[in-house]
């Protein structure tokens, strides 16, 4: 599979689309012919036995990257918090517009919304935008959401509790159209353009938890705690999965990154464990049997190298990579 091949198939999940089993002609040889050694009779079986031992011995566990990912947050987080109630200068604004001692750093949805609403390319903007596009290409997909959002780890937390109902039966998840979330960032992109005015911001949870944690809190966390009862008890992850456009923005920054999560077809047994606990589960389709087109691929740019596969899967098929590299530890 090309590598333009692999590009285009990655935008069109990231934009909704879904992934099917490829045709014939699409598989590499030699994971064709690894493929069809998985559905024999005697490798089914194996594969059968290595799974029941990994769920006797409790080997899908583990939360090395989970922890990583919440003192990350908390670390960064905490930078601007520290730096307004000392006054220490280190780091200013909030996550949507910044300066980092003194450099200006800017989120690229936030920026591209205050352009379209002005109608000019701000200097202070454009700068800090290019310095973060920098940043968050080389870390990939959408690092940002799981490594640094804020809201992204009250969700994460929302989406604990929301699992926890839905096993008990009290409710159940109801999914959207992915495709929304491609829908709503022209609308918010129109909106900007229309009114003059930087309309999603206003709702934006992830601007409103970040000014409140920095300056104080507000009555918009009235709507922060409005999203966070939709995804505990009626759609798993909504505001990430179905409507932020900052998370589509990142995405598509990063969808040529060197980081990647690897998926490697040889070590998988296809038991289907790292997308239970994936944030965006379709990115990981390809650990279906039959559906990955070659031995090694790397994960999609909706993928927000959250870790949490890589800590499930005992055999490594799902690792961190950064290109030219062997891996990342």
Not at 229 to 241: D, G, K, M
Not at 280 to 293: C, E, N, S
Not at 305 to 310: A, F, W
Request: proline content about 3%; aromatic content about 10%; hydrophobic content about 45%.
């Amino acid at each position: 599979m090309s590598i333009l091949a692999n590009l285009k198939e990655s935008l069109r999940l990231l934009f909704g689309g879904t992934l099917s089993l490829p045709k014939k002609q699409d598989y590499a040889p030699e994971a064709a012919e690894l493929h069809a050694f998985k559905r024999t009779s005697e490798e089914k079986q194996k594969r059968i036995a290595a799974i029941q031992h990994e769920l006797d011995e409790g080997l899908h566990g583990g939360n090395k990257w989970r922890f990583r990912r919440w003192a990350s947050i908390l670390l960064w987080n905490s930078l601007f918090v520290l730096s307004f109630q000392f006054d220490i200068q280190l780091v200013e604004g909030a996550l949507t517009a910044s300066r980092f001692v003194g450099f200006h750093m800017a989120d690229l949805n936030s920026s591209l919304q205050v352009m379209l609403a002005f109608k000019e390319v701000l200097i202070n903007l454009a700068i800090g935008s290019i310095t973060v596009l920098i940043l968050w290409w080389l870390l990939g997909g959408r690092t940002f959401c799981s490594w640094v959002c804020p809201y992204h780890l009250i969700a994460e937390w929302a989406e604990w509790l929301h699992l926890k109902l839905a096993d008990r039966k009290i409710i159940s998840d109801h999914p959207l159209d992915r495709r929304l979330r491609g829908v709503l960032y022209v609308i918010f992109a129109l909106m900007a353009i229309i009114s003059g005015y930087t309309v999603f911001e206003t709702i934006s949870p992830v601007g409103i938890v970040s000014r409140a944690l920095t300056y104080g809190p507000s009555l918009a966390l009235v709507w922060v705690g409005f999203l966070l009862l939709i995804e505990v008890f009626y759609s798993r992850r909504f505001w990430c999965r179905y409507v932020c456009p900052i998370g589509l923005t990142y995405g598509l920054v990063g969808t040529t990154s060197p980081t990647q999560v690897r998926y490697n077809l040889n070590n998988c047994l296809h038991e289907g464990e790292c997308r239970k606990v994936c944030m965006v589960p379709h990115v990981l389709d390809i650990t279906k049997l039959g559906y990955a087109k070659n031995v090694m691929m790397d994960v999609g740019a909706d993928c927000t190298r959250c870790g949490m596969c890589i800590d499930v899967c005992p055999t490594e098929a799902l690792t961190f990579r950064i290109k030219g590299l062997d891996r990342l530890l």
